[in-house]
């Protein structure tokens, strides 16, 4: 059981802990195409709190290398980004729009998608594994996913149109790849 505690060992604490959140993501995008959506969101919710802890754990336990700060993002790529935006394009605008509308919902997730790319990439870039910045430079993508998640419930509870949705997504969006300062927990 020393692997656990070992930062050399892809299987480490830290990483088992992501691990989770990866195998969360991709099971919330199963349930998303299975119109499952309250399932897909909790277990969004699950991976959202590993990945809270996966990080916690590679500081409290001197875990952290350059491995796991590239597993981290590949679980918040798709955690963060791509099962949101596919939850509000499979939840929202198939139900709602058609035709050149739903081409345009299309592009807006794409941009959403390499936006959340970009961003994750860029982080990995400036970071240094073990280190924490007192900021985030443009909204990190967990914050994304939570603010993406606001937008859905307005749109499912009918206080936002479609329309309002992609508004929201490419604004958000922009967010993520901005110099807005963001404290870091």
């Known amino acids: ?24 993501g991709l099971m919330a995008t199963y349930f998303i195409t299975q119109n499952n959506f309250f399932l897909a969101i909790i277990l969004a919710w699950v991976g959202g709190a590993f990945d809270i802890f996966d990080g916690k754990i590679a500081r409290k336990y001197k875990l952290s290398n350059e491995f796991g ?14 099962v949101p935006v596919f939850l509000i394009f499979q939840a929202v605008y ?34 240094d594994a073990g280190e924490v910045a007192k900021y985030f430079v443009g909204v990190p993508t ?17 206080f936002l149109p479609a329309f309002g949705v992609l508004a929201f997504m490419v604004a958000i969006g922009w967010s993520l790849n901005s110099t807005l300062k963001v404290p870091h927990p």
Do not use: C, E
């Not at 597993?71 to 980004?81: E, I, P």
């Not at 198939?94 to 860029?122: E, F, K």
């Not at 967990?142 to 009918?158: E, F, K, R």
């Open 69 to 82: 700060v590239q597993l981290d993002s590949f679980a918040d790529f798709l955690s963060f980004v791509l």
């Open 142 to 158: 967990p914050l994304g996913a939570i603010l993406l998640w606001l937008v859905y419930l307005a749109s499912t509870y009918a």
């Open 94 to 127: 198939s139900h709602t729009l058609d035709g050149a509308l739903l081409v345009l919902a299309g592009i807006v997730s794409i941009y959403y998608v390499i936006s959340g790319l970009r961003r994750l990439i860029q982080f990995n870039i400036n970071a």
């Open 1 to 24: 059981m020393k692997f656990l505690f070992n930062p050399a060992s892809h299987f480490n604490l830290a990483n088992l802990f992501t691990f989770v959140n990866i195998t969360a």
